[in-house]
């Protein structure tokens, strides 16, 4: 057994256990420090590599890097419409269409546009953040995001060490 606090001891005896609080949600500063860091994880995952290796398939059921980094930057650009349009508070744009651009050049405009959308958000004040924008926060929205961003950082990272040397 391990050491128990007098605390937790006296609440043992009396049959009460105390509920722990779930971990505390990524808060303003956390979220727009990961917003900002996300496009630049991605491009420095993927810099070095050839057409080849960006193309490269390891199994039917696996995106590409190239094709995954695409879905990152539009998505991502869709995150940053709306961003932009809460701090600004005017209606949301559409957001571009899909480039056919070269990787490179999607990734820096994704970089721009999320640099600009972050400036924004450091602008807001506290309240702000509590903002509704359609049927969830700004906060939400950001978190919500983050959680889609990151995990697909994961996997991006997992396909580049599944790519060949070339």
């Known amino acids: 057994m391990g050491v128990v606090a007098e605390d937790e001891a006296e609440d043992e005896v009396q049959g009460?256990?105390?509920?722990?609080?779930?971990?505390?949600?990524?808060?303003?500063d956390d979220a727009m420090m990961l917003l900002q860091s996300v496009p630049e994880r991605v491009t420095d995952l993927l810099f070095g590599l050839s057409l080849d290796q960006l193309q490269y398939r390891h199994g039917p059921a696996f995106p590409t890097a190239d094709e995954l980094a695409r879905h990152l930057a539009?998505?991502?650009?869709?995150?940053?419409?709306?961003?932009?349009?809460?701090?600004?508070?005017?209606?949301?744009?559409?957001?571009?269409?899909p480039s056919a651009a070269p990787l490179a050049e999607v990734?820096?405009?994704?970089?721009?546009?999320?640099?600009?959308?972050?400036?924004?958000?450091?602008?807001?004040?506290?309240?702000?953040?509590d903002r509704t924008l359609e049927d969830e926060t700004l906060i939400e929205l950001c978190r919500r995001s983050l959680g889609h961003e990151l995990g697909h950082l994961s996997q991006l990272r997992n396909l580049t060490a599944l790519i060949p040397v070339a």
Do not use: M, Y
């Open 16 to 28: 009460e256990t105390e509920v722990q609080a779930p971990p505390a949600e990524i808060a303003s």
């Open 74 to 97: 539009g998505r991502g650009a869709r995150l940053d419409v709306q961003v932009t349009a809460a701090c600004l508070d005017t209606a949301a744009a559409e957001p571009a269409e």
């Open 107 to 129: 990734l820096a405009d994704w970089q721009r546009q999320r640099r600009r959308a972050v400036d924004l958000l450091r602008g807001l004040p506290k309240d702000g953040w």
